[in-house]
Structures are given as C-alpha cells and as structure tokens.
Nanobody, 119 residues
Framework: QLQLVESGGGLVQPGGSLRLSCAAS????????IGWFRQAPGKEREAVSC????????HYADSVKGRFTISRDNAKNTVYLQMTSLKPEDTAAYYC????????????WGQGTQVTVSS
C-alpha cells in the first residue's frame, strides 16, 4: 500500500526553526518528485516547495524563499523541509505529495502535520 507520512510539526516561537519529514512506504520515493503544500483554515492551499526526482532542481514559493530548504535522502526514502525564521503567517497544516514531475499534479498525499508559530 502506498503511503506518505509527515512528521516534525509542532508549536514554535516566531524566529524559530522546525524540520518536517516525509517518509514513504510501499514505493520507491526516488522515482517521484516531492512537493510540500500548506493550508490554513479559510485560506487557499499554497504550494510551498518541490524537489525533482534527482534532487537537481528545487522550487520555492516567494513567501518562503530564503527561509525554507527542501532536500531528499533517497537511501532513507525520506524528503525533508527545513524551516527557519518562522513567522506567524507560516501557521498551517503541511502536506507532502508525490508526482511524476514538479510541474504535474501530485498523485499521492500524506495526512498532514500541523505547524503553529506563536509567541
């Protein structure tokens, strides 16, 4: 069974850091581009970042550029999102998703992990 499981969310103060993990089971993650998305209640879903199958290309939303870093460790079948200089507006449920290419719609989604940035 194909599964993506996010972890690493929690409560953090403004200016703090968190690292989110997206672990795959039932399939080989290195055959897929992986994206991170987020959605807060009452707001539109936002594409945050994406990394290509090889890891050679990465993409970031303007709202997180310079603060977030996406990476992958294919040996561990895991993709990471390192978040620094967090702001209250980063508060959302974060989801990872797998697709053939970053430009394509994702085929598989994780269940999400909550990130709350508050003092």
């Amino acid at each position: 069974q194909l599964q993506l499981v996010e972890s690493g969310g929690g409560l953090v103060q403004p200016g703090g850091s968190l690292r989110l993990s997206c672990a795959a089971s039932g399939f080989t993650l290195d055959y897929y581009a992986i994206g991170w998305f987020r959605q807060a209640p009452g707001k539109e879903r936002e594409a945050v970042s994406c990394i290509s199958r090889s890891g050679g290309s990465t993409h970031y939303a303007d709202s997180v550029k310079g603060r977030f870093t996406i990476s992958r460790d294919n040996a561990k079948n895991t993709v990471y999102l390192q978040m620094t200089s967090l702001k209250p507006e980063d508060t959302a449920a974060y989801y990872c998703a797998a697709g053939r290419r970053c430009i394509d719609l994702p085929d598989y989604w994780g269940q999400g992990t909550q990130v709350t940035v508050s003092s």
